[in-house]
């Protein structure tokens, strides 16, 4: 009482709640006036921003803290009165008529979408000292993931306006979703690199506030153990997107702006865009209120499954069960092998790969009832049976794919599972780790990720009547991986399977030891043979045809070893380096046409 002055008249008023929710501690201790004053404000200038960024304010957050902690000691299941059954979705073909009609409805729908990335994870799992949208999502053009998504935005509009680079009218807009751990980063990243050619003004950043951690099953707010004039605070998860969104108004703007689509998508995955045609295509056409992504998934894996659940009232919905929850979920009801592979090799559920495709009307309605609050969780770890007492502080924690969970029994929510070939590599875990997951499971490491890029690639090119070699087998900090020729391209050079197969003509071949790179748009590949490097670059508007036979020295994937810290830690976690050490390489900075024939 003694230090009221020392606060606004709204800081008093927020005092008064957290006395009154049970929360005195965090003052009790405050010394006589005079003492530590700027620290006093600073804790109610914090207590402020904690208030105001989550939806129903602090007092909010404790009352559902309490539930959820309680529901937790008494052991209750979450999926109490469900039972899960194995949901039915759309199953793509890469390559098929359905497939490339779906990607030619997603490239029209494109020009009315506006894309999410949720990147506020520090990615603890794979222990890499920077942002992960600053990784290179390959090393042999060393594009990082910021940029690459960028690009393929960029491609996606002009093909979405049927327009070349540059002249649609249209811009798609893009949020990225970032946290103290990644903003300043992000934005350095950004602008130190003139947003990888993106207008400024179409990239908004949305920063996500962590949450006040708790100490008890009482939900006392923690104090820092560094500072006692500080609350500790841990991520409340990629769930915030949902309110952020909303509370910024950029819904409304979209709404306004005539957008029908919102895209969300995660950090690290180089695959991602090759399915987002045919899935945009896919929602247009089923007129899906949500579209998850998902891909064949091992069992154990550590993706979330999409399951039917059916409740005992008769309710239903189809949505993720994360990967944690999953194997109790099935051996609670009536799976005594739990999460377990079926007769095809994979889980019997789809993986989640947290790639959403919302459409914007009903996701605004919803959320007009909920704020953006999301269904959250609470994971507490006791010290004992008794389960009175934490080892360290919790907090709640909420998942963007839980949207679902709010939604009315008639919203229409479906799925679309896509080969994991072309789409899905993250990049999580650490060079340790992956080399420890089960054989024949996923690796979902630095390695696996730019082996998958070169894969797609080569398959989708062998899929268009390029003679590509097969790969070789190569361990990498301790993973096997097949290794296929390094094919690569901008994104603006081939977006969907029918603009590839357009750009190939007569009998092409590519060697295992080959890298190629394309980096304009409009070249094409006519009887060409590599055995070597090739790499074309060449302005919008310059027409380049490269034929006949490419021979050299090529570049080379040499071993390195993730210990090595000779080495930069963005390479060394991949366990190879590109050696390049002979290349034909050619650049059109002319308009025209031009023949490339060596
Ligand atoms: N992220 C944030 O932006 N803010 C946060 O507070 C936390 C994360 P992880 P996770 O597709 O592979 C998810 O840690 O949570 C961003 C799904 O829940 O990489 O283990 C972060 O930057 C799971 O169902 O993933 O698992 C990153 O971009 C499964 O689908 C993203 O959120 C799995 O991803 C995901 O964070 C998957």
Redesign the pocket.
């Known amino acids: 009482r003694k230090n009221l002055h020392l606060l606004s008249s709204e800081q008093i008023e927020l005092a008064k709640m957290l006395i009154e929710m049970g929360q005195s501690h965090l003052f009790e201790h405050w010394p006589e006036p005079g003492v530590d004053d700027e620290e006093k404000r600073a804790l109610f200038d914090q207590l402020a921003r904690l208030n105001s960024s989550y939806p129903g304010g602090l007092k909010s957050y404790i009352e559902t803290a309490r539930e959820l902690l309680a529901d937790s000691k008494a052991g209750k299941n979450p999926f109490d009165g469900f039972t899960p059954s194995v949901p039915t979705g759309e199953a793509l073909s890469f390559g098929d008529g359905i497939f490339m009609n779906y990607e030619q409805a997603g490239i029209r729908e494109a020009k009315n979408a506006a894309f999410v ?9 794979l222990g890499y000292n920077g942002i ?1 949208v600053a990784l290179p999502a390959e090393t042999s053009t060393g594009t990082c993931f910021l940029q690459h998504y960028i690009e393929c935005i960029l491609a996606l509009q002009d093909a979405s306006c049927g327009l070349t680079q540059g002249e649609c009218q249209k811009e798609i807009p893009f949020v990225i ?3 103290d751990d ?1 903003h300043s980063r992000t934005l350095e990243l950004l602008e130190s690199n003139f947003y990888f050619g993106m207008k400024p003004t179409q990239v908004k950043l949305l920063k ?1 506030e ?1 949450v006040a951690c708790l100490d008890d099953n009482d939900a006392r707010l923690a104090l820092d153990p560094k500072n006692k004039y500080r609350i500790q605070t841990k ?4 769930g ?2 949902h309110s952020l969104l909303y509370s910024s108004g950029l819904l409304k703007i979209w709404h306004d702006a005539g957008l029908k689509w919102v895209l969300f ?5 180089g695959l991602l865009f090759k399915a987002i045609p045919a899935s945009l295509g896919v929602s247009a056409t089923k007129q899906y209120h949500v579209n998850s992504l998902a891909v064949p998934r091992k069992a154990k894996e ?3 499954g999409i399951t039917k659940l059916t409740h005992t009232d008769g309710r239903s919905m189809v949505i ?1 069960v ?2 944690n929850q999953l194997d109790p979920l099935l051996r609670a009801t009536g799976f005594p092998d739990g999460d377990a592979n079926c007769e095809t090799g994979f889980s019997p559920f789809p ?5 959403l495709i919302f459409e914007l009307d009903p996701y605004i309605e919803d959320l007009k009832k909920t704020g953006g609050a999301i269904k959250e969780f609470v994971n507490p770890k006791y010290k004992d049976a008794s389960k009175t007492s934490f080892k360290s502080s919790t907090r709640l ?1 909420c ?3 839980d949207y679902p969970k709010t939604l009315p029994p008639n919203a229409r929510v479906g799925f679309t599972v896509i080969d994991t070939w072309l789409a ?1 590599a ?1 990049v ?1 875990n650490n060079p340790e780790d992956a080399a420890k997951v089960p054989k024949g499971n996923p690796y ?1 490491s630095a390695t696996s990720g730019e082996m998958a890029i070169y894969r797609a690639n080569s398959l989708i090119l062998k899929k268009a009547g390029v003679q590509v070699d097969d790969p070789v087998q190569q361990v990498f900090n301790g993973q096997e991986v097949e290794v296929w020729p390094r094919i690569a391209w901008k994104p603006k050079w081939g977006l969907t399977f029918s603009e590839i197969k357009n750009k190939i003509g007569g009998s092409c071949s590519i060697s295992q030891k080959s890298t190629m790179v394309i980096k304009g748009s409009n070249v094409s590949l006519q009887d060409l043979s590599l055995d070597g490097t090739l790499v074309v670059d060449s302005v919008d508007g310059a027409e380049v045809k490269v034929r006949g036979s490419v021979k050299n020295k090529g570049w080379m994937v040499e071993n390195v070893d993730y210990k090595d810290t000779s080495v930069p830690e963005e390479i060394r976690i991949r366990g190879f380096k590109i050696n390049k050490i002979e290349q034909l390489e050619k650049k059109y900075s002319e308009l025209g046409k031009f023949c490339l024939e060596p």
Do not use: C, W
Not at 235 to 238: F, I, L, Q
């Open positions: 990335l949720v990147a506020g994870g520090l990615g603890e799992r992960k979703m970032t946290s990644t996500q962590k991520p409340h998860g990629h915030d997107v998508f995660q950090d690290t995955n550590a993706i979330g993720n994360e990967y993986g989640n790969i947290n790639q924690e998942m963007m794919q899905y993250p999580k979902h």
